[in-house]
């Protein structure tokens, strides 16, 4: 059985840093892209940060540029989003998703198969 479960969640400051994870289990993890996407009360669910399976290449929404990182370690079967400068607006809760390798973009919540539960990210000023 697929699963993936994400950790690192918490309050921090705006100006902090807070780094998440997600392990994955029941899957070849090393041909899986991996992304993050994340959902605020009220708004739909916006993709954050993606990394291809090969590890080589990565995705970002604009929003993060340069304030967020993602990286895999894949003898872990884990991906990580390292999430540095933490703005009032990044108050989310985050996803982990997951699919096999297929050239669609990264970015694409609809292309992912599998999802986490979640891991709530709260900025405070």
């Known amino acids: 059985q697929q699963q993936l479960v994400e950790s690192g969640g918490g309050l921090v400051q705006a100006g902090g840093s807070l780094r998440l994870a997600c392990r994955a289990s029941g899957l070849t993890f090393s041909i899986y892209d991996m992304g993050w996407f994340r959902q605020a009360p009220g708004k739909e669910r916006e993709f954050v940060q993606a990394i291809y399976w090969d590890g080589r290449r990565t995705d970002y929404a604009d929003s993060v540029k340069g304030r967020f990182n993602i990286s895999r370690d894949n003898t872990k079967n884990t991906v990580y989003l390292q999430m540095g400068s933490l703005k009032p607006e990044d108050t989310a809760r985050y996803y982990c998703?997951?699919?096999?390798?297929?050239?669609?973009?990264?970015?694409?919540?609809?292309?992912?198969?599998?999802w986490g539960q979640g891991t709530q990210v709260t900025v405070s000023l």
């Open positions: 998703a997951a699919r096999v390798r297929n050239g669609q973009p990264v970015s694409v919540a609809g292309t992912y198969r599998h």
